[in-house]
């Protein structure tokens, strides 16, 4: 696992908030005092500067950790807490591993704030998802495509984060499993289709890290149920 100075190090549960999706002030604060160790910003389409900034600046209204999901140029903005960079692993298209990246890096980065900024490896398998359509994600991985891609990201490039996105399905908790146990470094950020308290715990059992997001959005209730099913995982394996 990562070591513990690294700003997400000790997160379990955390909200991604999309900047292109209205949220009001009710449930921002909701969400905010809800007991999250993060909120993530970031989104597959409809991203940029305008918009990030907006969400920023309501969420700094409250103490909570703030980082921003670095998605294209247009939504860098200063004043996150951290950033991350994604790099999708099961894609056919360099275009998202390293095309945008290096236009990105060419333009700005004297001035990256590089102590303060991850990359994640991502792999995406839910082929319905838009993320999977967007960067043409081979989906139809089988365990051990799945466990090369994680032994490309944990043993060769070393990457500090292997994220595991379902978005909008609930994934296969065996195969998460099994990832986890590859792991030798990276930490297991899970997210997708966590829609319930039950599935949070499923999910907290196995992957360090929770993300919690399109809930959100069709159910604040059920979304902030998931913050203390994560944390009472947390507590339980801390005492084991």
Not at 11 to 38: N, Q, Y
Not at 142 to 160: F, I, K, N, S
Not at 185 to 207: H, P
Request: glycine share 8%; net charge negative; charged share 20%.
């Amino acid at each position: 696992m990562q070591q513990q100075s690294a700003i997400y190090g000790q997160w379990r549960h955390v909200f991604k908030l999309d900047p292109d999706r209205e949220i009001s002030d009710e449930a921002l604060d909701a969400i905010c005092m809800s007991g999250t160790d993060a909120i993530i910003v970031g989104g597959s389409s409809g991203v940029h500067y305008d918009n990030t900034v907006d969400l920023m600046s309501r969420i700094r209204r409250y103490e909570v950790t703030c980082a921003l999901e670095v998605s294209n140029e247009e939504s860098a903005v200063p004043g996150f807490d951290h950033y991350f960079i994604p790099l999708v692993l099961n894609t056919g298209d360099a275009e998202w591993i390293a095309g945008r990246q290096i236009r990105a890096l060419r333009k700005f980065g004297a001035f990256i704030p590089w102590e303060h900024t991850s990359a994640e490896g991502y792999l995406i398998l839910n082929p319905d998802s838009v993320v999977a359509r967007l960067t043409g994600a081979q989906t139809d991985l089988d365990a051990d495509g799945v466990g090369a891609h994680v032994y490309m990201a944990d043993r060769l490039m070393r990457l500090p984060i292997v994220y595991l996105e379902y978005s909008g399905k609930f994934g296969d908790m065996e195969l998460i499993k099994r990832v986890g146990r590859m792991l030798t470094s990276a930490q297991l950020f899970y997210g997708g289709g966590i829609d319930t308290a039950d599935k949070a715990r499923q999910a907290a059992r196995i992957a360090h890290t929770v993300i919690v997001g399109n809930i959100i959005y069709d159910s604040l209730e059920a979304a902030l149920t998931t913050v203390q099913a994560v944390h009472d995982i947390a507590i339980g394996q801390f005492h084991e």
